[in-house]
């Protein structure tokens, strides 16, 4: 109501419906009306609201309130726009490509080992009149793996943030210069591969870039491109790297340590949980022993004295039992430990490699 008119307005209109209307058919006729006439101004304003957010907020800010500068389009996330973006490059001879939505037309097959049908394709949910198109569908997986195996020669891209319809207000203060730009793929394996993506960046005044400015900066649409004769070796390039590498392995080793000690503490309290209900077991089965045979010593006659003994013969098996329960139940708690110390040094183990994927000279524009 409150985008729409005054409150007291819209209730005003109400009352007049009540007011003039005489049947149930006169109501609903006029309210079908004024719904018709509130859709057009609720469809006004939430167009002028779209645009302002896309005028005057960050691209960061748009991305999480998840809306699109056309009430047809479809919201895609940062990952599902990448896919997009690989898709499109990938597919530049086979598919015909919708403007507004991310739905393209599959013409032909461009892996002849994958069987991948001829149709469309969407990258919606709740598709029912096309395939289903998602990072997990065997197409996107070899649109990946062919894209990470392209060539990625040194480039001088020129990046147009002039044409950018959202404003990314971290790379405002560099439109007008250049610098390099460097991505580098970390590898960490223990007992098992984790890979990091490290973004590094600098200005021709040297100043460093951090990895969302990196980041920001590939997103933007590449007006130009022309080869480097250097080499673009840019040893500070590599030193940041280094130290982000450090940062990472760092964190890695911390979140290690606070997994290590949340597990131990687990074990630490399942197992005095455990010996807890054993001890008290033990002692409901010592307390039993006693009454019976407090029984059995006051017992007037011989086969009630047997019986009692026998009784007592039964309840200290069982707590015999419950021993060595508790026995083997140490030392499996200690076992655990001893797993778990074993997992954690496999980890500190670590075998790190680090890969270049390309080095860029950027201007942005």
């Known amino acids: 109501m409150g985008v729409i008119e005054s409150g007291v307005d819209f209730e005003k209109r109400i009352a007049a419906i009540y007011q003039s209307c005489r049947t149930k058919d006169q ?75 991310p739905v393209f037309y599959l013409k032909s097959n461009p892996f002849k080992n994958i069987k991948i049908p001829i149709g469309t394709y969407k990258l919606q949910k709740n598709v029912t009149d096309a395939h289903t198109y998602r990072i997990g569908h065997p197409l996107a997986q070899a649109l990946i793996k062919k894209t990470k195996n392209l060539d990625t020669p040194n480039r001088l891209l020129v990046f147009d943030y002039t044409n950018v319809h959202n404003r990314i ?18 590898t960490v394996s223990a007992l098992e591969s984790e890979d990091y993506i490290i973004h590094v960046g600098l200005t021709g005044a040297g100043e460093e870039l951090d990895s969302d400015q990196c980041m920001r900066l590939l997103s933007i649409p590449v007006k130009s491109e022309k080869p480097v004769n250097s080499s673009l070796n840019i040893m500070d390039l ?16 911390t979140k290690n340590a606070e997994f ?50 026998k009784k007592i013969r039964e309840i200290e098996k069982k707590r015999d039992a419950a ?24 980890q500190l183990k670590q075998n790190v490699s680090i890969e270049k994927l390309f080095t860029i000279k950027w201007k942005l524009i």
């Open 27 to 101: 109501i609903q006729e006029a309210f079908d009306k004024l719904q018709a006439e509130m859709d057009d101004k609720i469809a006004a304003n939430m167009k002028s609201t779209r645009e302002k957010l896309f005028d005057h907020f960050d691209d960061e800010v748009v991305e999480k309130l998840k809306v699109t500068r056309q009430h047809t389009e479809v919201y895609l996330n940062r990952y599902e726009r990448w896919l997009w973006a690989v898709t499109q490059l990938g597919l530049q001879k086979h598919a015909d490509f919708n403007s507004a939505d």
């Open 169 to 186: 207000a971290i790379l405002e203060d560099l439109v007008g210069q250049e610098g390099f730009l460097a991505v580098y793929n970390l």
């Open 260 to 309: 290590f000690e949340e597990e131990m503490d687990k074990l630490d309290k399942w197992a005095e949980d455990k010996r807890n209900s054993l001890r008290l077991n033990l002692k409901e089965f010592d307390e039993n022993i006693k009454e019976n045979k407090r029984e059995a010593r006051i017992a007037r006659s011989l086969p009630e004295k047997l019986a009692a003994q």
């Open 323 to 346: 021993w060595r329960e508790y026995d083997i139940a140490g030392r499996a708690i200690e076992k655990q430990k001893d797993d778990l110390i074993d997992t954690i040094e496999k």
């Open 238 to 253: 590599d030193n940041i790297q280094k130290k982000k590498q450090a940062e990472i392995l760092d964190n890695i080793a």
